[in-house]
């Protein structure tokens, strides 16, 4: 698992990843694929995104948790993908020659990176000149939901507060073109997509349920989290709604 990516956070609900595609989450990237490109994709988790990208092109898979690549490259072998790889490595110092790599992608990660422009700063030099990035971050500021009680909004204040906690930053989608191009990327492009991750109670109970692992744990603002663990039981049991949450899918240009 990579640097400033806290247990318990990887991508919102760990059990979901599997369901995870490129067919749906690197839609917005697949203009930047060609054949034999040497594309890396950057907190690959269990690969499920990842053996979909550029079939045509050399791939390469890359987290710091060596269980989760150990079921991906089980994943690769089960769909006979030989052109893709699997390595454990910092986001921050990537083993990869300098302009060396053709695009690199990311969904659901830079929002847990306590470093993202040092991050940003690595991609950059591994890829080539002309050579292309692709980042898809959650916004949390721009989440949907509905309703959405002051009950709703106090248990979010404390999701987000544990997010912090763990070194990420819960609106990081908003700032991901900023900080694209003050890392020195051109041709900077961004978009909104709303994309339905989880049930409107789902999320509730994966909130409630964190937050009080939290308050279980002795720790700096207890009392805070206490009261939002109350907001999220009440909200766990308040009925169903809508959720979807909001990703900015960012392209730019090395």
């Not at 979901?16 to 034999?36: D, V, W």
């Not at 050399?58 to 269980?67: I, K, L, S």
């Not at 390595?87 to 020659?97: M, N």
């Not at 991901?176 to 492009?189: D, P, Q, R, Y």
Request: with cysteine.
């Amino acid at each position: 698992m990579l640097e400033g990516y806290a247990p318990g956070y990887g991508r919102d609900v760990v059990s979901m990843l599997s369901a995870r595609t490129a067919a749906e989450r690197a839609t917005f990237a697949q203009s930047l694929f060609g054949p034999g490109m040497w594309v890396v994709d950057l907190g690959c988790g269990p690969g499920s995104i990842t053996l979909g990208l550029a079939a045509e092109s050399r791939v390469t898979g890359v987290d710091r948790d060596a269980g989760q690549l150990a079921q991906a490259r089980a994943a690769a072998r089960r769909a006979g993908r030989s052109t893709v790889d699997f390595v454990v490595a910092s986001a921050y110092d990537l083993p990869f020659a300098s302009g060396s790599v053709d695009v690199a992608f990311s969904h659901a990660l830079f929002e847990h990176l306590s470093r993202p422009l040092d991050a940003l700063a690595e991609l950059r030099r591994v890829l080539r000149p002309g050579g292309k990035l692709a980042l898809s971050t959650s916004d949390w500021s721009k989440a949907r939901l509905r309703p959405k009680t002051a009950n709703v909004d106090a248990a979010l204040r404390g999701h987000h507060l544990l997010r912090r906690r763990a070194g990420g930053d819960p609106f990081a989608g908003g700032k991901t073109a900023e900080l694209c191009a003050a890392a020195g990327f051109t041709e900077v492009v961004a978009r909104a997509r709303y994309r339905s991750d989880m049930t409107y109670r789902d999320l509730a109970k994966y909130v409630e349920t964190r937050l009080e692992e939290a308050i279980a744990e002795p720790g700096r603002d207890r009392d805070q989290l206490a009261s939002a663990a109350r907001s999220a039981w009440t909200w766990a049991r308040s009925g169903d709604g809508d959720f979807s949450q909001c990703w900015v899918e960012v392209t730019a240009t090395r």
